[in-house]
């Protein structure tokens, strides 16, 4: 008696490890792993879009200063950037498909603008030549990559949590476990290449 | 009694294997759920430490062999421009830890440069896991392309404007044909910039390598630890149900020893495999890409 009697207390203990260990395993984490994968991906994009909203004044001032005749472009560019930036945005727009395409499209046209900035750019010699604009122009090649690569990091994640919510065994999981959390969506590529940067080119 | 014992064993064997990190199959595993061990088999996404390789099959064919830190694939520098700047490019990485390698390929096959150079980045893993601090110098000679691309942790260093200078700089040379000499004067620059600040960061990665090894020291040193204190209870449960029982105590000493031995074939086995995966990639002239990621920092240019 007295070895059943043992055997019941240390039962429990081994079979709480055991199931413990056989959970991890088995991808009862993937979800919230996912998850956070997610989110820091996201994290990431919005830093480089605010990257480049904070490039804008400086890049509108180098440019105010020898192309005069260019107001209507750098309106549009400011305009642009203030409603991009107007829009409040952080891990739980994630949860929000409507403002999370209300954010793309703000982004989208942001970058429409600057890259008629660009454009209109070309036509100023000495602007070309200015060091200051340089150097802005290829800190704005590099955000725009940046993003590019932020972008498709932050698709790909989503991807890759979707499919795990909605395969076996992650279906299982969810629906026992993780059932708030939902099917996300992603950014849709509003242009064939849209997940590319836009080519700024002199 | 006889299901019993055999179920202990199967609980035995599992947990052991389990804890020890070993993931393969185990046929006497109880088969509660089965599911569960057919997920295991197949190998499991680990999205923070992979480095993130999913890239289009185009791309990724494109990915010229780590063969050392300069990896000519055009054909651009002569033998003798490889022997000078292999060493540089190691005695940089000795002195601060930084990887900056020189890619030239033929062609890219219509994708970017800005694409290839982060993928490429990611794929081979350049720069420490924990650090970002690779740099890539790659030239397309079809597309008439270069750039550098920079890892994240270099960023703040190598900036674009920097970068830009440099591929501007570079382009020059190359205008004239001078592709050796070029490619030469843009490592140069490069390692400049990254060594503007020396004493600081030579500091702090000699301090952050110590570190490391304690760190090591002492998660080896908690498995240790952990897997000592799962055999301390298994045995118990053992004993209990062996010797103290009605069996013959000969038989399950044999048992409970035996497995012990699996026990710890397993866990080392583990352990080397799963500091060779941590070494990611082979080496040459003793380069180790650390795993390091790039997130799409630097400048390109043409000529």
């Known amino acids: ?93 994630l949860d929000n498909p409507e403002k999370l395409k209300q954010f793309q499209q703000a982004q989208d046209q942001l970058s429409g603008a600057l890259s008629r900035l660009m454009v209109v750019s070309e036509r100023y010699p000495d602007l070309k030549a200015n060091q200051n604009f340089l150097a802005l122009q290829s800190q704005l ?36 476990m993780y059932s708030d959390l939902p099917i996300r969506e992603t950014f849709e590529a509003t242009r064939p290449d849209a997940d590319k940067a836009p080519q700024v080119k002199f | ?38 997920r295991k088999a197949a190998p499991e996404p680990v999205p923070e430490q992979a480095p993130r390789d999913e890239t289009p099959a185009p791309l990724e064919s494109l990915f010229p062999e780590l063969s050392g830190r300069v990896v000519d694939g055009a054909g651009m520098l002569g033998a003798t421009s490889i022997r000078y700047l292999t060493p540089l490019l190691a005695a940089h990485e000795k002195r601060t830890g930084d990887q900056v390698l020189v890619v030239t390929l033929d062609s890219l096959r219509g994708n970017s440069i800005e694409e290839f150079g982060v993928q490429l980045g990611r794929h081979w893993g350049i720069g420490q896991r924990d650090r970002n601090n690779g740099v890539l110098l790659i030239v397309a000679r079809a597309e008439r392309k270069m750039r550098i691309e920079v890892g994240y942790g270099l960023e703040g260093l190598l900036t674009d404007a920097l970068a830009s200078q440099i591929i501007a700089g570079m382009g020059q040379d190359f205008a004239q044909g001078e592709f050796a000499q070029g490619i030469i004067n843009g490592t140069q ?86 500091s060779g995966s941590a070494g990611s990639s082979d080496s040459s002239d003793s380069l180790r890409a650390g795993g390091g990621s790039f997130g799409g920092g630097g400048a390109s240019g043409s000529w």
């Open chain 1, 1 to 93: 008696m007295n070895i059943t009697q043992r055997l019941r207390s240390t039962w429990p203990v081994a079979a709480l490890l055991l199931l413990s260990s056989l959970l991890s395993g088995c991808g009862i984490n993937n979800i919230p792993t996912l998850d956070e994968q997610v989110k820091a991906d996201w994290g990431q994009v919005q830093n480089q879009y605010q990257r480049r909203a904070d490039l804008i004044p400086n890049l509108v001032e180098t440019v105010k200063g020898y192309a005069k005749h260019e107001e209507d472009t750098l309106t549009a560019v400011i305009e642009a950037r203030s409603k991009a930036t107007s829009i409040q945005v952080d891990a739980s727009t």
């Open chain 1, 141 to 176: 090649e590099g955000t725009e990559n940046r993003i590019a690569v932020a972008r498709r990091d932050f698709i790909l994640a989503v991807q890759k949590y979707n499919t795990e919510i909605r395969t076996f065994p992650g279906r299982l999981w969810h629906s026992m």
């Open chain 2, 1 to 38: 009694m006889g299901g019993l014992q055999r179920m202990l064993h199967g609980v035995l064997l599992s947990l052991a294997l389990l804890a020890s990190g070993a993931i393969a199959a185990e046929p006497e595993a109880p088969a509660k759920k089965p599911g569960l061990y057919l």
């Open chain 2, 189 to 274: 620059a490069i390692l400049d910039t990254l060594r503007r600040p020396t004493l600081a960061r030579v500091d702090s990665y000699q301090e952050q390598l110590k570190s490391e090894r304690r760190e090591d020291f002492f998660l080896f040193g908690l498995l240790a630890v952990v897997l000592g204190l799962l055999f301390l209870l298994l045995r118990q449960v053992v004993d209990i149900e062996f010797v103290r029982g009605k069996y013959q105590p000969g038989v399950s000493r044999d048992s409970s020893s035996s497995s012990r031995r699996d026990n710890s074939s397993a866990s080392t086995g583990s352990y080397e495999g799963s």
